[in-house]
């Protein structure tokens, strides 16, 4: 995805960011409780959050702008097979994953899900705690539900993860924007009143309280009607059928070393340290579909600073494929005489 802002300076709001009320596991308390009665939520939940711990991973990774380096996936086999959402973290050659244990082990991204926004990873170690996405879970409409993730990276090793307690509320089709451009999301998802939309809870784990996988917590975005962020999670048969390799769309195959294209080039007889001045804009490419043109200054690739053609370079060596990138450029408006 990609868009262009022209005329103005770059402002993000953030809608309802929330720091989220958490559950902690621990040896003494294996789920702290929100409300009063602590002992009646520790009995109900305690045993699902246990197996979701094990089951959630924090992933750890590179960083773009304001997009953080972190995020959750999902273990979906013994073979260390994991899902996650998309996001800048799986770019870089140092993806790393860290299990409950504490132990961290190096990944490769095995494929991607645009239609989805989600990834599937692997590490090479052995995983027997993992959710079956065989098994679809009886959650239903007022059903209580547990959000398990990394959110505001509150775990760097064996620290439990955040939990959040909430309500499932509907399943319905998904109409949402992230920042100023559509979000290319196709399908259903599961909305919910826990807050999760969150830096680092993208990719948790959305339980039933006997500990069912009811979907994997989806990026933040915001409702096209509210603009308000969605607190929602991509439903677990759809993972299941994204992890078979039967999704209705082409799935997008990783390649190492692979890097984006814009469809844009600069003039390069200034060098390096010339401003980064569009020279000429490829048809048929994402910047010619953002409306881009000759001679429009870029000043800005997602919220990083670009002072000249070097720096157009460098962050475009370091954008991996598929990452969603707002550009800011100048124009020169022509002045019409009266």
Do not use: C
Not at 282 to 294: D, E, F, M, Q, T
């Amino acid at each position: 995805m990609f868009r262009a802002l022209l005329f103005s300076v770059l402002a993000l709001i953030f809608v309802g960011w929330a720091v989220p009320t958490a559950l902690h596991a621990t040896e003494d308390a294996p789920a702290a409780a929100l409300g009063p009665d602590q002992d009646a939520i520790d009995g109900a939940f305690a045993d699902a959050v246990a197996l979701a711990q094990k089951r959630t991973v924090k992933i750890f990774g590179a960083a773009i702008g304001r997009s953080p380096g972190y995020g959750t996936g999902l273990i979906v086999s013994p073979q260390g097979d994991i899902v996650t959402a998309q996001g800048v973290y799986l770019a870089g050659d140092s993806l790393r994953v860290t299990l409950s244990d504490g132990t961290t082990h190096f990944a490769t991204v095995k494929r991607r899900s645009d239609s989805l926004q989600s990834a599937l990873i692997k590490i090479e170690a052995e995983t027997p705690d993992y959710f079956d996405l065989a098994e679809q879970p009886p959650a239903e409409q007022g059903d209580w539900i547990l959000a398990v993730s990394n959110a505001f990276k509150v775990a760097d090793g064996s620290e439990p993860l955040s939990v959040n307690i909430g309500v499932l509320s509907l399943r319905m089709k998904l109409d949402a924007r992230r920042g100023f451009q559509d979000f290319p999301y196709e399908g259903e998802v599961f909305l919910y009143d826990a807050i999760t939309a969150n830096p680092g809870a993208a990719g948790g784990a959305v339980i039933t309280a006997e500990g069912k996988l009811v979907g994997m917590i989806g990026r933040v975005i915001e409702s096209k009607s509210t603009g308000t962020r969605l607190n929602y999670a991509v439903p677990g048969d759809l993972l299941s059928a994204f992890v078979r390799g039967e999704e209705t769309r082409p799935m997008v195959v990783a390649t190492p070393g692979q890097k984006s294209d814009l469809g844009i080039r600069l003039f390069a007889l200034g060098g390096r340290k010339a401003p980064a001045y569009i020279d000429r804009v490829i048809p048929g490419g994402p910047a010619a579909a953002a409306g881009l043109k000759s001679d429009d200054l870029v000043v800005t690739i997602g919220g990083q600073v670009v002072r000249d053609a070097g720096d157009f370079k460098r962050l475009m060596d370091s954008l991996p494929v598929g990452t969603e990138v707002v550009v800011e450029v100048k124009r020169l408006t022509p002045v019409v005489e009266k």
